[in-house]
Structure formats: structure tokens, C-alpha cells
């Protein structure tokens, strides 16, 4: 269960007479494939494709096979990418039908990952670090994902700050900040205790690495309360616990966090992350815990990336009408994610 109470107030997007433009303005629409993945249309040098969105890395990336078969140049990327591949030059890249002209992408090893009943994928699209349009540049515009009707919008930073939401009277308004990696995180407030937190659209569940459920909350795959997933086998393949998670405005009741391994070169610090929320002391771009689409697909998300502040309300909230009664306090019931065998 997911319930949002205390809501800002959303201001008039028509701005205050007299005074600065307020309006947003939208640069474009793209439609989304929704599955495990999140997918969005690209053309590449003008071949079309599809890339994962992700909203837990640090910039944008594509494969070292799709590059190579694209016969993409591919030159030295810069600190701190210098253990990578590389990067590549794209001399024009399209995301939907909004035209992104010349940017680079981070070249992976790893080649694409084919992902049940969606295309396959040819890299990644950050969000809210965005692409590189130049080296060292962030791709500077506001991510809205509108998972309700399977949709980005793509809005320019250049409005007042905090009125950006036109879908809702009320959200939850969520500073960030972006780590040294380029990571947006934040706190939440998991089971009492505040933790260093970030959004990722590309994964299906939401997780918590077992070295810092230890140290933070006591508990690992083998304490006492721990759901463990088994196979037709009989063999366990993943560990859940029941957490409840609170950020400004919104509240995750029972949220079904799924416990995975440890960063074994990162040691746990109780107050290093924003807000004095625990973490990890020594590593960045992979905070402890990690919302995941079972939550996110619930949710209606606006990143606006000069405030570095993340607007949250239902994703089928609406405007109230003359008819409708107080509508203080959303909820939202969230379906566990199926077991993944």
C-alpha cells in the first residue's frame, strides 16, 4: 500500500501577473514501451532503435557490439569513464520525435540483453543526469514519466521553480542531489531510519544490498522474517522483507524489498548521505537502497533538473472538479512483483 499525505500544494503554472513567465514548455511526447524494462524510441545516425530509459546511471550508455556493428568511432572517455571502452560521437540522435543533434555516449563491454516480449536494447538513456550533447555537459531539460499512459515528456528548465506539476492540485516535492558519479539520490525514511536512496525505472523490484540492511536495520537473507522465493526445483532464489519507506508527502506501507549482495569494496557509514542518512562512506553512483518499477509504476514523476527536486503524486492523479470531495490524502495499492524464477 502506498499513501501520499501532507501534499504540496501545486502553484499556478500561469505565473503571477506582472511577473516572470512561469509557463512550461514542452519540447516533446514519446511514447513508452512498458514491460521489465522500460523502453524508449531512438534514432541512432539515422538507424532506428529502442534503449532502456534508466534512472540509476550516471549518463548514457551503449553497447561495445551495437557500436562496433554501427561502426561508431569509438575515442577515450574522459575521468572518471577511463576504465570503460570508451565513448562514442553521435553526429545526430533523435529521442522519439525530439531531435537531440550531436551528443556522446559511454561505450559498455557488456553487450544488449534481450528482454521478454519487448526489443532488444542498444544502451541505456540516463535520467535525470541525461546524455552528453559535449563532454562534461548535462543534456539540460525536465523528465516527466508518465507511467499511466506510457509516456516521457520532455520539458525545458527555463520556468519558475516549483511549478512544474499541472496534472494535480497537490505533490510531493523531493530534493536530490547527484553524487560524484552523477547519480541522483536522496533519504528516505525506511523503517524509522533515514537512507540514501535512488530511483531505477529499469528495474522491476525494489532493493536493498544485505551489507547495509546488516548494519542499518540487523537483518540479512537469513534472519528471522525474510520471505524467501523458491524454483519448481526447490531451490531459493530470492530473499523479501516488508519495510515501510516514507519520503515528504508519501508513504510506502509493506513495501516488498528484495535483500541482494553487498558492494564488497564499499563499507557502511551511518550519516554520510544527504541529509545525514546512511550509506556507503567510500563508493557513489549505487546508494543502499533502490526504489524499482513495483513502486515507480504506481507513480507519476517529474524530475526538474535546475532545482534538482523530484514531484511525486499517483500516476492517475488528476485536477480536482467542482464534484470531486477532499482528495487530501492518496492511496495506492501496489501489486507485488511476480517471483522471478
Known amino acids: 500500500m502506498v499513501s501520499m499525505g501532507s501534499m504540496w500544494p501545486v502553484a499556478s503554472l500561469a505565473g ?68 570503460f571502452p570508451g565513448m562514442v560521437r553521435i553526429n545526430s540522435m533523435s529521442l522519439g520525435s525530439f531531435d537531440a543533434g550531436k551528443i556522446q555516449l559511454l561505450v559498455v563491454s557488456h553487450g544488449p540483453m534481450p528482454t521478454p516480449g519487448l526489443p532488444t536494447s542498444i544502451g541505456s538513456i540516463a535520467i535525470p543526469a541525461g546524455i552528453l550533447p559535449r563532454p562534461g555537459a548535462r543534456f539540460r531539460m525536465d ?103 516514507t519520503l515528504p508527502g508519501l508513504s510506502v506501507l509493506n513495501a516488498d524489498v528484495k535483500l541482494v549482495p553487498g558492494l564488497a569494496k564499499c563499507w557502511v557509514s551511518p550519516n554520510w548521505g544527504p541529509e545525514h542518512s546512511a550509506t556507503y562512506g567510500n563508493c557513489y553512483g549505487n546508494p543502499p537502497l533502490t526504489l524499482g518499477g513495483d513502486v515507480l509504476q504506481h507513480l507519476r514523476l517529474y524530475f526538474a533538473t535546475e532545482e534538482h527536486v523530484l514531484y511525486v503524486t499517483a500516476a492517475d492523479a488528476t485536477l480536482p472538479t467542482e464534484s470531486d470531495e477532499s482528495n487530501e490524502r492518496l492511496r495506492i495499492v501496489v501489486t507485488p512483483a511476480q517471483t522471478e524464477h
Open 16 to 83: 503571477d501577473q506582472g511577473a516572470t513567465d512561469c509557463r512550461l514548455r514542452q519540447l516533446a511526447s514519446i511514447d513508452l514501451q512498458i514491460g521489465s524494462a522500460v523502453l524508449i524510441p531512438v534514432t541512432v545516425d539515422g538507424t532506428s532503435a529502442s534503449m532502456t530509459l534508466n534512472s540509476g546511471l550516471p549518463t548514457s550508455i551503449i553497447y561495445q557490439q551495437v557500436a562496433t556493428e554501427m561502426k561508431l568511432a569509438i575515442v577515450q572517455a574522459p575521468a572518471p569513464y577511463a576504465n
Open 143 to 245: 523528465f516527466e514519466l508518465d507511467f499511466a499512459h506510457k509516456k516521457l515528456n520532455l520539458f525545458s528548465t527555463t520556468h519558475c521553480p516549483g511549478k512544474v506539476v499541472y496534472w494535480a492540485d497537490k505533490a510531493a516535492a523531493i530534493p536530490y542531489t547527484i553524487d560524484k558519479l552523477g547519480t541522483a539520490v536522496f533519504p528516505i525514511e525506511l523503517d524509522g531510519k533515514k537512507i540514501s536512496s535512488a530511483l531505477q525505472v529499469g528495474s522491476p523490484s525494489t532493493l536493498i544490498h544485505v551489507d547495509a540492511s546488516k548494519a542499518f536495520y540487523g537483518f540479512d537473507e537469513h534472519s528471522e522474517g525474510i520471505r524467501h522465493d523458491t524454483s519448481n526445483s526447490g531451490k531459493t532464489v530470492n530473499h523479501y522483507r516488508a519495510m515501510q519507506m
